[in-house]
């Protein structure tokens, strides 16, 4: 996630030779291949006469083969082997996530030695240190998965981070895992995948309000506050501003991550704005539901706020819930349409850095051919996923079912686990020293509380301005 | 052969190195022990408070998951989005 210089770009291979060997092709064809056979097996498990009942409106239910064996460590209270394994009993039905852990090993295990020998690189070498880099990110999504934890939006990227850093400034990170610790290529592909589940076809989902809530609320604040960073504060690194301009306006960790690798920010800046993102994020969802009910401001603006500025997805359906049902519908499908803008967001931000952050001041515009050999090609496949799954979704007959089959059965999983090993090399890959210069003078602390406080106002403005004002009768009919 | 200061700049990295694992080591057992009682002791026995049971109960009935990191990880979002994409299918026939 480090950028390089013109010089750099000038000395770049041609893109055959890099379609062989650059990490960031290579998550492209690790992320399709992935993409592909879960389609492929939720389309070959589809009922008879799939379209037949699709077109006489019944309710299809179409799963993947795959699911059993694609799974995380499982959500736990008391012994953290109940993540793993625990018997059914009378209220409850049993849990084995044993074979599902072990199919992910698997897959990504073969997948990326594959990868890794055809670079050019040693296969070998990744296969040994691989298994250890997988069991410290199962750690790490089991801590996650502990209730309380879960309960107070304690990502897994947090402890993935925790046990890398802890590993990596007590006995070091040792020489034989360098070879598994990839966490560009496993957030690449983590990202390719995370294209199938951005649907454009549900950004209308809550009509015009929902499209002047989050559609001119997010872009506005993201852009206002990278130039108050810039040009205000001064900050010493764009990307550092970017990755914290994003994740605080869009949504949290996944834009952070999205960005991060879009603008090629150092892991150390990646994993600051994921720390402080989470750390706000825990004292809003509490925070600002208490204040909601203390002013006794209308549930379905309060829910468009809570949507509108909280940053983490989960913690917004949580602190929507604590107002009404309604509120955490309004909440979380403002947050889903935010969710959906890490796309063109991701894109803008890798085409604006190619085209104005990495030229050269000295030269001329750069040319067609220069910016793209600059541009992160994984965005690429980040947006056709997106595209396509997007087509699909919208218009094939069952393509809701098929597109959510896909990703609940196995794309969805995966992802995790890709973002899970990055974090867990992220932490791996890096000293806490090299984290003190990136809060010099606190700049990223009042970078982030002057945009969020941007974020509140303008976001309670759009909110009544749409919800209450404008929208008024669409809502009443339109809400639950 | 080696001369005496070569030695000496070449062993004393060693030497500190193997300082730094020792300390480091122990850092790190340390460390796994504070993770080991805050997970296996300190989080089960919040867990086990009635009005943390209370909560978590709560988040569950909901089909809530507040360290979701993207929609589709959230259950409840299941029925918002049938009832949002019925809506959208049915709306052009009104």
Known sequence: MTSDSPQDAAARPGTLIQMRTSEDWWAIWCGTLLIVVAFLAVWCNRPDDFRGKIAEGQAVEVSSPLKPWLAKPNKWDSSPLD?????????????????????????????????????????????????????????????????????????YALWALMIGLIISNTVRTPEFLKPAVVTEFYIKTGLVLLGAEVLMTRLLALGAPGVMVAWVVTPVVLISTYIFG??????????????????????????????????????????????????????????????????????????????????????????????????????????????????????????????????????????????????????????????????????????????????????????????????????????????????????????????????????????????????????????? | MRSFNSEATEDMPTCRSTGFRQTGGIRLVLSLGVVAVIWCVLLPAIARRPAMVEHLNWLDDRGIDPSAMYYTELEMMDPILRRLERQRQFKPAE
């Open chain 1, 83 to 155: 993540s793993f394994y625990r018997p059914a009993t009378a209220g409850e039905s049993g849990v084995n996530t044993v074979q599902g852990v072990l199919g992910v090993f698997c897959v990504i295990a073969v997948l990326f030695t594959v990868a890794t020998q055809i670079r050019g690189l040693s296969g070998v070498k990744f296969l040994k240190a691989f298994p250890v880099v997988f069991l410290l990110a199962t750690l790490a999504y089991v801590m996650a998965a502990q209730s309380v934890v879960k309960a107070y939006n304690l990502e």
């Open chain 1, 230 to 480: 810039q040009k205000v504060l001064r900050m010493e690194s764009r990307s550092l501003n970017m990755v914290i301009s994003a994740d605080m306006s869009v949504c949290g960790v996944s834009a952070a991550i999205a960005t991060a690798s879009a603008c090629k920010a150092k892991k150390e800046e990646l994993s600051l704005a994921i720390g402080m993102s989470l750390s706000f994020t825990v004292i809003m969802m509490i925070v600002l539901p208490a204040i909601i009910k203390a002013v006794g401001m209308d549930e379905i603006l309060g829910g468009a706020w809570l949507g509108g500025t909280i940053d983490s997805t989960g913690a917004v359906a949580a602190a929507g819930a604590v107002l009404s049902d309604r509120a955490m519908e309004v909440a979380a499908t403002v947050k889903m349409i935010q969710n959906i803008l890490i796309g063109v967001t991701a894109f803008c931000v890798a085409t604006y850095w190619t085209t104005a952050v990495e030229r050269d001041p000295s030269a001329d515009r750069p040319s067609l051919l220069e910016i793209w050999n600059r541009f992160p090609k994984f965005v690429l496949g980040f947006v056709l996923a997106s595209i396509i799954f997007s087509f699909v979704h919208g218009t094939l007959a069952g393509g809701p079912e098929l597109v959510d089959a896909t990703i609940k059965g196995s794309t969805k999983t995966l992802r995790g686990w890709f973002f899970c090993l990055a974090f867990v090399s992220i932490g791996l890959d890096t000293d806490f020293r090299e984290l003190l210069p990136q809060m010099r003078g606190g700049k990223p602390l009042i970078l982030y509380v002057c945009g969020q406080s941007l974020n509140l106002c303008l976001t309670l403005l759009m909110a009544w301005l749409a919800f209450h004002v404008v929208f008024r009768d669409l809502v009443e009919q339109a809400a639950p």
